[in-house]
């Protein structure tokens, strides 16, 4: 990759048509937008850089750009200005986002979404808000389509997250809202709980040419399992794995990093990254809950590092020798794959029975909680939608 944000390589994530853009996520909050800076000496006349010569303005965001696609996370739309979006999620906690503000442009689309003639038309008042919530995300999600030039990444209900047909369902449902809106399929990606039937979802629809991306991965053999499957990306949560090591003791997996004086969430990311490119795999890997500088700096060479905007802050504030730039190497190349030790264990065909028995306690307790949150924002998203329906004019 070019050691420039604004003119990254291109993705297999993005059309090939749209090779300038960067992948986005969502992680518990409205929203998250994919990276576009100006280049250093833009920003430097900007008053955005320091004021020694452009030519020598290099900041260690520059240098970190190369190696890994940058993916900002930030729920300020103000922030749009110096990290402006070229891809983004939607989800139940960015229509809170929207409902929440006085004015914006997306506020038609929940408009529109409450007025449907096809949810009104629902007897039941679960399904007739259920209903409103698909609609309703797939109407930010065109929107949103319609002005960045990369990928928006639609949230799936994770009431549904054991369910793999009503997963699969519901995607073909915003296929089809997307489809009216006229968002291309390629333009999408769908965010799938990795419980083993989010899993088993994510490879039937990656069989039919729709890109998923797993979430809520903890544990090696759920990371596995998804490459298996084909999934378009898998993302690792790093500083929650730190977090719960800090706390908790009994997780096999983690205990034997920490064994080996390692930190659980880069070990994680370490190993995964090995597995996939050791068997060729065309799944990326996503690290986000980056806790530091260092944690970039540890995972230099992974596909995508989601960051804090207090981190990106840094990182571009802190100025480097153009000399030193070079000094950066990644720390994930694929020849790890070739050198990784795995067990026999762990290079297995998994299934839904020897998923279950590998994932420790970290895994479980974490996917857990992360459903409850996804879960807790869709009802109160409904809720919200049952207290101002029906919108005005309907």
Avoid at 336 to 348: A, C, M, P, S
Avoid at 375 to 390: D, M, S, T, Y
């Amino acid at each position: 990759m070019a050691l420039s944000i604004s003119t990254p390589t291109s993705s297999s994530l993005v059309p090939a048509s749209r090779q300038v853009v960067r992948l986005t996520s969502w992680s518990a909050k409205p929203a998250t937008f994919g990276l576009r800076r100006p280049p250093v000496a833009a920003r430097a006349a900007a008053g955005n850089a320091p004021t020694s010569p452009v030519s020598e303005v290099v900041t260690e965001l520059d240098a970190v750009a190369g190696f890994s696609e940058i993916v900002p996370d930030t729920v300020v739309f103000d922030d749009f200005e110096r990290f402006a979006p070229t891809a983004a999620t939607v989800s139940s906690s960015l229509l809170l986002g929207i409902a929440g503000l006085p004015d914006t442009k997306f506020k038609s689309a929940l408009d529109t979404a409450l007025a449907d003639g096809e949810c009104n038309a629902l007897e039941k008042p679960e399904d007739r808000m259920s209903c409103y919530l698909t609609k309703a995300l797939a109407n930010v999600g065109a929107e949103l389509a319609h002005q960045v030039p990369g990928r928006v990444s639609t949230e799936i209900d994770a009431r549904l997250s054991y369910d793999t047909q009503g997963i699969i369902q519901r995607v073909h449902e915003l296929l089809n809202l997307y489809n009216q809106h006229d968002v291309s399929t390629d333009r999408l990606l769908f965010k799938i709980p990795a419980t083993w039937q989010g899993i088993e979802a994510s490879r039937l629809l990656e069989s039919e040419g729709v890109q998923t991306h797993l979430t809520f991965v903890y544990s090696f053999a759920q990371a596995a399992a998804a490459a298996q499957a084909g999934a378009s990306v898998v993302q690792i949560f790093v500083g929650r794995l730190r977090d719960w090591a800090r706390n908790h003791s009994g997780d096999p997996e983690i205990d034997e990093a920490l064994k080996k004086g390692e930190d659980a969430g880069l070990a994680l990311a370490k190993k995964v990254y090995a597995y996939i490119h050791r068997h060729g795999y065309k799944t990326k890997l996503m690290v986000a809950a980056i806790r530091n500088k260092q944690d970039v700096f540890s995972l230099l060479g992974i596909d995508y590092i989601i960051a804090p905007l207090k981190i990106l802050q840094s990182l571009e504030e802190s100025v480097t020798d153009p000399d030193v730039k070079y000094g950066y190497v990644p720390k994930l190349t694929p020849a790890i794959g070739k050198t990784y030790n795995f067990t026999e264990e762990e290079l297995v065909k998994w299934d839904q029975l020897s998923l279950s028995a590998a994932m420790g306690p970290a895994a479980e307790e974490l996917l857990v909680s992360g459903l409850e949150g996804y879960v807790n924002q869709a009802r109160r998203v409904e809720e919200l939608f049952g207290k101002i329906w029906p919108p005005p004019n309907v």
